[in-house]
């Protein structure tokens, strides 16, 4: 998917309240009408209708109708907007390369950080193939039900972010971890091949022992990359490999751990065969060559990616598989949980939530009424001299 980002610098703040309102908005409805917009962004008198439709325009935001009113969407070119404009508050992301990969869950590409430093940012996009099939059986806006797939890019792009932060302060080989927000990935921009693209090593049988070695060794710290092959593993002029990719990361107390285990060492056996016609006999194995020795597994716990997330991820993830993955998606939108506030800066959560924000306050406040618009949506106001005041309980 093309990122043009070259439209941020002529987005005003405005522009930024009501694409947020709307990404705030989607938590409660699947469609966001106008009013709530204009409600959440704080923007009166048709103020919001202008940048509504400027947003429309450059293709941020899409107009949908139901059957009782008209709304809007967050797609995905307009999440992009809102994570790099947070990334650029940060200093984090000054400008946008080109594209360097691209993978069925995912875009790639080289930016620039605070210090003109090549840096790669990675873009989670769950949901890009297409998933009639998952949606024929769930309502995924249900709240007891799985998310949309946008939601679950942010978790994507969470759980990633903090397997490699943990992963490179023990030392791994992983590219270093510099930001994240929303769906997207800051890190390092590591001089590198991938190994699916080397065609000859000098000694495949010591690259073999790495490769094997660091399967053991993420096992003795309690973790199974669940993807261990030749598109996820870079290998340096030097020799030197270098892990990447870990949103499919498992403990090794998970139920189906030592298939994920046997899973990598088979991958790597199968392409060290085809490859470099290389085969060993000595390959580790689960129950031998993996006793648990730290818990890096409980440290990506406590680094606030709960085991709450990681279920909701694995079992989005299982239905993904038995879903049909052959066609492109046309209609790629965001329905945010609760949970999308951790992923506003503190300017957005100026903008929403200081001041009537319908999704964050006591119901017990009897400075405020609770009513139902016409739409039916639930909202709240500030009680007035001509509203009944509610008899104090003793």
């Given at each position: 998917?093309?990122?043009?980002?070259?439209?941020?610098?002529?987005?005003?703040?405005?522009?930024?309240?009501?694409?947020?309102?709307?990404?705030?908005?989607?938590?409660?409805?699947?469609?966001?009408?106008?009013?709530?917009?204009?409600?959440?962004?704080?923007?009166?008198?048709?103020?919001?209708?202008?940048?509504?439709?400027?947003?429309?325009?450059?293709?941020?935001?899409?107009?949908?109708?139901?059957a009782?009113?008209?709304?809007?969407?967050?797609?995905?070119?307009?999440?992009?907007?809102?994570?790099?404009?947070?990334?650029?508050?940060?200093?984090?992301?000054?400008?946008?390369?080109?594209?360097?990969?691209?993978?069925?869950e995912?875009?790639?590409?080289?930016?620039?950080?605070?210090?003109?430093?090549?840096?790669?940012?990675?873009?989670?996009?769950?949901?890009?193939?297409?998933?009639?099939?998952?949606?024929?059986?769930?309502?995924?806006?249900?709240?007891?039900?799985?998310?949309?797939?946008?939601?679950?890019?942010?978790?994507?792009?969470?759980?990633?972010?903090?397997?490699?932060?943990?992963?490179?302060?023990h030392?791994?080989?992983?590219?270093?971890?510099?930001?994240?927000?929303?769906?997207?990935?800051?890190?390092?921009?590591?001089?590198?091949?991938?190994?699916?693209?080397?065609?000859?090593?000098?000694?495949?049988?010591?690259?073999?022992?790495?490769?094997?070695?660091?399967?053991?060794?993420?096992?003795?710290y309690?973790?199974?990359?669940?993807?261990?092959?030749?598109?996820?593993?870079?290998?340096?002029?030097?020799?030197?490999?270098?892990?990447?990719?870990?949103?499919?990361?498992?403990?090794?107390?998970?139920?189906?751990?030592?298939?994920?285990?046997?899973?990598?060492?088979d991958?790597?056996?199968?392409?060290?065969?085809?490859?470099?016609?290389?085969?060993?006999?000595?390959?580790?194995?689960?129950?031998?060559?993996?006793?648990?020795?730290?818990?890096?597994?409980?440290?990506?716990a406590?680094?606030?990616?709960?085991?709450?997330?990681?279920?909701?991820?694995?079992?989005?993830?299982?239905?993904?598989?038995?879903?049909?993955?052959d066609?492109?998606?046309?209609?790629?939108?965001?329905?945010?949980?609760?949970?999308?506030?951790?992923?506003?800066?503190?300017?957005?959560?100026?903008?929403?939530?200081?001041?009537?924000?319908?999704?964050d306050?006591?119901?017990?406040?009897?400075?405020?009424?609770?009513?139902?618009?016409?739409?039916?949506?639930?909202?709240?106001?500030?009680?007035?001299?001509?509203?009944?005041?509610?008899?104090?309980?003793?």
């Amino acid at each position: 998917m093309r990122l043009d980002a070259k439209a941020l610098r002529y987005m005003s703040n405005d522009d930024f309240r009501v694409l947020t309102a709307i990404e705030v908005g989607s938590r409660n409805h699947n469609i966001v009408p106008a009013p709530v917009i204009a409600q959440l962004s704080h923007l009166r008198g048709g103020g919001a209708n202008k940048h509504i439709s400027d947003l429309v325009k450059r293709k941020l935001i899409a107009t949908e109708q139901n059957a009782k009113y008209k709304g809007y969407k967050l797609v995905y070119a307009g999440y992009d907007y809102l994570a790099l404009r947070t990334l650029s508050k940060r200093g984090t992301v000054t400008s946008v390369g080109n594209q360097i990969g691209v993978g069925k869950e995912s875009d790639i590409f080289v930016v620039a950080g605070e210090d003109e430093s090549e840096v790669v940012l990675k873009l989670h996009r769950l949901g890009r193939q297409s998933f009639r099939n998952v949606k024929q059986k769930r309502d995924y806006f249900r709240q007891d039900q799985s998310p949309s797939w946008m939601y679950m890019s942010r978790l994507s792009a969470q759980k990633e972010y903090a397997f490699m932060k943990v992963l490179h302060e023990h030392g791994f080989p992983v590219p270093t971890p510099v930001d994240q927000n929303r769906h997207c990935v800051v890190m390092e921009f590591v001089e590198a091949f991938p190994l699916r693209q080397i065609s000859d090593v000098g000694d495949p049988g010591t690259l073999y022992s790495t490769l094997m070695d660091l399967i053991v060794r993420l096992a003795k710290y309690g973790l199974i990359h669940g993807d261990f092959n030749e598109f996820n593993i870079l290998l340096k002029d030097d020799g030197t490999p270098v892990l990447i990719d870990f949103p499919q990361m498992v403990s090794t107390s998970h139920l189906n751990a030592e298939y994920y285990f046997n899973r990598d060492v088979d991958c790597i056996r199968t392409f060290f065969k085809r490859r470099f016609n290389y085969e060993s006999m000595l390959y580790p194995k689960f129950g031998l060559d993996s006793n648990k020795e730290f818990d890096l597994d409980v440290q990506v716990a406590a680094s606030g990616f709960t085991k709450k997330d990681q279920s909701q991820l694995e079992k989005y993830m299982e239905e993904l598989g038995e879903s049909g993955m052959d066609d492109r998606s046309s209609d790629q939108d965001v329905d945010s949980d609760d949970d999308a506030d951790h992923d506003l800066d503190s300017d957005e959560q100026d903008n929403i939530s200081n001041k009537d924000d319908e999704d964050d306050f006591d119901e017990d406040d009897e400075s405020y009424i609770i009513e139902t618009d016409k739409l039916g949506n639930t909202i709240r106001r500030k009680r007035v001299d001509t509203d009944a005041q509610p008899e104090s309980s003793m």
